[in-house]
């Protein structure tokens, strides 16, 4: 990504902080701490991430457990606090802070705390960043799989590879697929493409329903398609994709 970036002339700082910020005849003058440069902007976003406002509560007096530092509230698979009766859902709840989780979280404290049985599983949980090309994810990466002790093979599919992505013009990015030895079951899969979150959300079905390598390369996906890529990135770990007829079954 940051040579993408780098590519439309956006200058990257990494591990910089930014030691003063001023504001006058409406543009910004940034100074950084590490080499003193300035850079004079018309616009400063700060994306900081978002800590709940959990602290003035007195989240104590109800007797309800809490992360001081992140301002999260610990919660169960049924959204319930350390105290029975209470529930957090959302993004003061300790779980990933994606809409699509506090929806589901939100949905099921309801159900829950009006004497209903629902639980949310957090152990699937694909994620997207929507920049131009996009990055998503879901699942093990091969580390996460290898540092649980599983065996693993990969595939990783180049975007030139992929019949849409050539249509469109696109000439970085990849699908990743990580696979469990030696039932070949489907583990996880990264992407890095202009439509990488309709890839995901493929292998996120397909995890869920524990197909394997050799379930996605026999499944029929539409030609042209987003999720033809993870047609091709399975039956990538047993031909050479490059030498198959278009559409190769």
Same mark, same amino acid.
């Not at 939100?106 to 949310?120: H, P, Q, V």
């Not at 696109?170 to 990488?196: D, N, T, W």
């Given at each position: ?108 404290? &309801? *159900? ?5 049985? =629902?639980? #949310?599983?957090?152990? @699937?949980? +694909?994620?997207?960043?929507?920049? !131009? ?72 079905? &397909? *995890? ?5 390598? =050799?379930? #996605?390369?026999?499944? @029929?996906? +539409?030609?042209?398609?987003?999720? !033809? ?21």
């Amino acid at each position: 990504m940051q040579a993408l970036m780098e590519d439309e002339r956006i200058q990257i700082h990494c591990e910089t902080l930014v030691e003063r910020v001023q504001f006058q005849h409406d543009v910004f003058e940034l100074t950084l701490a590490s080499s003193k440069a300035t850079f004079l902007v018309d616009a400063l976003l700060v994306a900081s991430g978002r800590k709940p406002s959990t602290a003035a509560l007195n989240l104590e007096a109800a007797g309800v457990s809490w992360d001081s530092a992140t301002g999260m509230i610990p919660v169960d698979a049924h959204m319930r606090t350390n105290v029975p009766h209470i529930y957090a859902a959302g993004d003061c709840a300790q779980m990933p802070q994606l809409v699509y989780v506090a929806a589901a979280a939100g949905t099921r404290a &309801a *159900i829950n705390m009006t004497n209903g049985e =629902a639980y #949310l599983d957090l152990s @699937l949980v +694909p994620w997207v960043i929507f920049c !131009e090309p996009q990055v998503a994810a879901v699942g093990l990466t091969e580390a996460e799989a290898r540092a649980r002790g599983l065996n693993t093979e990969t595939r990783t599919l180049p975007i030139t590879s992929v019949p849409r992505s050539i249509v469109h013009g696109e000439k970085i990015g990849f699908l990743k697929l990580v696979a469990e030895k030696p039932s070949m079951r489907i583990l996880g899969a990264q992407a890095v493409a202009a439509e990488a979150s309709d890839m995901i959300s493929t292998v996120a079905v &397909a *995890i869920r329903g524990q197909l394997t390598v =050799a379930d #996605l390369a026999a499944m @029929l996906l +539409p030609y042209l398609t987003a999720s !033809e890529a993870v047609k091709l990135v399975a039956q990538s770990f047993t031909h050479d994709v490059h030498q198959l007829s278009c559409c190769a079954g």
